[in-house]
């Protein structure tokens, strides 16, 4: 097709709509700047708002068949280029629509072309005393490091246990970012950590303007602190993953704390690794990057050991005090009372006695994991999902965990009758009933996502921790991050060995991780931590390594065993997955797309050796909702190599038909199986 030339200006527009182009519109009024300003534009009987990608001489369809854009948004800055670069890198390498891309990187206000009201700037703090610990040797060589680093791109494995001191090593390296005139943007996994940590970081640069970002924010609030960071009077933006977006024309340092958590890869629409994109920030803008973990992902760890990072270690908790002392309780020999061994409930009672915390982990909410009838082999499943109903004894409800639909819990077996039915398993609900009756005159305090249902909840669930009004805490894994408890001696935990023979083969790195996580909540302040792990493998080299406080070596064997079976960090992977009514109908959408890729290969020997394509299977829980779910995996030594077969792949994908029923997705450097 040849182009037209047109006399009036064309603008290409990236619009939020899930179909891999832009779209051309003619506009008398551009200008050839106008790049990276959002312009009305019709589109089919409605109206959106895009954002303005390029503006050219002619466009590749005829005149006639262009409309005419609505007005120019020049009431904001310009979205600058390497943000509109982000987005272009984000959009190709994870093979999703530019347009949803900057759906997703821009604050909901903005993208409908809204503008948030100001607010007048509030004084200055006065000039508070800040105190600045003197930082210890090794923190010290580790902020010199980061510090040495400006101007240029050289990401940073900064590995140290929980209180090990490595916020105040960020701490340092943000002063001295910020002295330079520069603004630093720092990542954190979840909102609910962001309060706490805002709380030091303002305490630490009271003249400084913090923005937060996530998406628990107030429209307005999110789209004035986007607003402050281009227009570049924030100096410090701290989210989380979605923060990765923020547009900061005078970025001079990234930080991502706990680097290795899972949240921040999104698992839907954009599958987008918030940490993988901080670094290619990073690098666009010759910045240093600074990853954070007590127990970083494999990946990082990899680059770290293969030199493209710069490990950075702390070895000491930075407050004088010995880690907590790890043990494994053998269940293997011992009859256990309600899922808990003698010395779970004597190290409890041990804790009761001198006035400390306990935290008992399972991670398990509910009352048991199913209910059966034992006469006929009844048990209680989700008529919309491959899973169990979950019994929730509190409301008297079976709650299905993966789609939220409920039922009463039935009096008999629905199936033969028999009165005599009973839950199985165990959830937190349960621990909590039996540890209420084994310690009548405890405190007890259940912390999972049905007790802490709302912020407010939450938060109230927390202070009571610290007022001491609690002696026994049971919490799942919302307990594992980063809080600290001074009056906390005992981490147990339940059910952990389930995690070693997953199949998923991230599932050992997770467990490890949790662990690790959960066991740094004990003894923070001047008490000693233990941490009892219950296991019939207390032999397992996971276990073994948790004990010595050795991630080196639990990385190693997990390096060598990835190795062995070609997983990442070896190899690079991408999902195809598909839903529809019927499996029979996910599953020939996937034949296809494979015999189309099949294709692809035998005609391109460029990259055809590198990529191996799998075959379509039902995913583990092949149910959700009622669609019926399969997935194809294609992997690849070279991301270069899958990255150009996707390319092609997705063009092909796009172009077939899918049957109406049939939803499918990418999911490029996919977490979970
Ligand atoms: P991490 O981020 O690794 O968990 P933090 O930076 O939060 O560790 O440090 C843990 C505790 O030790 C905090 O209370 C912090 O104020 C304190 N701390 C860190 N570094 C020092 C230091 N050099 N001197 C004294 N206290 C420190
Ligand atoms: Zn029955
Ligand atoms: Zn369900």
């Not at 005393?129 to 923190?139: G, Y």
Request: hydrophobic share 40%; charged share 25%.
């Amino acid at each position: 097709m040849s182009p037209h030339p047109i006399s009036t200006p064309i603008l290409r527009v990236a619009l939020d709509v899930p179909l891999p182009r832009l779209f051309d519109y003619l506009c008398g009024d551009a200008q050839g700047e106008d790049v990276g300003y959002r312009v009305r534009v019709p589109f089919g009987r409605s109206e959106k708002v895009g954002v303005v990608v390029a503006v050219l001489a002619e466009s590749e369809q005829p005149a006639d068949k262009l409309k005419a854009a609505g007005e120019v948004l020049r009431d904001m800055p310009r979205l600058p280029s390497d943000w509109l670069a982000l987005c272009e890198f984000c959009a190709r390498y994870y093979q999703h629509p530019l347009g949803e891309v900057m759906a997703l990187a821009l604050p909901p206000m903005l993208r409908k072309g809204k503008l948030p009201r100001r607010l007048k700037d509030k004084a200055s703090a006065a000039a508070a005393e800040i105190s600045r610990p003197t930082l210890h040797p090794e923190q010290q060589a580790a902020y010199a490091a980061i510090d040495a680093a400006e101007n240029a791109f050289q990401p940073f494995l900064l590995h140290g246990i929980t209180g090990s001191g490595k916020t105040e090593v960020y701490l340092h390296a943000i002063e001295s970012v910020l002295a330079r005139g520069r603004q630093a943007l720092m990542l954190v996994p979840e909102i609910a950590l962001t309060p706490q940590l805002e709380g030091r970081v303002a305490a630490r640069f009271p003249n400084a303007r913090i923005v937060s970002a996530h998406s628990g924010l107030a429209d307005a609030a999110r789209a004035r602190g986007f607003l402050d960071a281009l227009e570049g009077r924030a100096d410090i933006v701290l989210g989380t993953r979605l923060s990765v977006f923020t547009p900061l024309p005078r970025l001079g340092l990234i930080v991502v704390d706990e680097e290795h958590d899972a949240s921040f890869k999104q698992q839907e629409g954009l599958r987008y690794s918030a940490r993988d994109m901080a670094v290619l920030r990073a690098k666009q803008l010759n910045v240093p990057i600074v990853l954070g973990s007590a127990t970083p992902s494999l990946e990082t760890w990899y680059h770290a050991q293969n030199g493209r990072y710069t490990l950075l270690a702390l070895t000491n908790r930075a407050v004088a005090e010995a880690p907590p002392r790890v043990r494994c309780i053998d269940t293997r020999r011992e009859k256990l009372q309600d899922g808990l061994s003698a010395a779970m409930f004597g190290a409890i009672e041990h804790r009761l006695s001198r006035g400390e915390q306990s935290l008992i982990f399972l991670n398990r909410r509910g009352y048991a994991p199913v209910l059966a009838c034992p006469s006929c082999g009844w048990v209680s499943t989700c008529k919309r999902c491959a899973a169990n109903m979950v019994v929730h004894l509190a409301d008297r409800r079976m709650r299905c965990h993966h789609c939220g639909c409920e039922s009463h819990i039935p009096a008999a077996c629905p199936d033969c009758g028999n009165q005599d039915i009973h839950p199985f398993g165990r959830g937190t609900q349960r621990l909590e009933e039996t540890l209420a009756q084994r310690f009548p005159q405890a405190r007890v305090l259940r912390v999972d996502r049905d007790s802490a249902n709302s912020p407010t909840k939450w938060r109230a669930l927390l202070d009571a921790v610290h007022a001491n009004e609690v002696d026994i805490l049971i919490g799942t894994q919302m307990l594992a991050k980063g809080h600290d408890f001074p009056k906390l001696t005992l981490v147990g935990t339940l059910g952990a060995d389930a995690a070693l023979f997953a199949a998923d083969f991230r599932a050992p790195e997770r467990l490890f991780a949790q662990l690790m996580q959960v066991g740094g909540r004990s003894g923070r302040a001047e008490l000693p931590g233990e941490v009892l792990i219950q296991t019939e493998y207390p032999d397992h080299p996971l276990y073994q390594a948790l004990i010595e406080h050795d991630f080196e070596r639990f990385a190693a064997t997990q390096l060598e065993e990835r190795e062995q079976a070609g997983f990442p960090p070896y190899t690079f992977q991408a999902l195809l997955r598909a839903e529809a009514p019927s499996i029979d109908q996910s599953l020939e959408f996937l034949a296809r797309s494979r015999a189309a890729a099949q294709a692809l290969l035998d005609n391109n020997e460029q990259y055809a050796e590198h990529i191996s394509l799998y075959d379509p299977v039902p995913m583990r829980m092949f149910r959700l909702m009622s669609l019926e779910r399969a997935q194809l995996l294609v992997e690849s030594p070279s991301r270069p190599a899958l990255q150009a077969f996707l390319t092609q792949w997705m063009e092909l994908l796009y172009a077939q038909k899918a049957g109406r029923e049939l939803r499918w997705h990418l999911d490029v450097d996919p977490l979970e199986f």
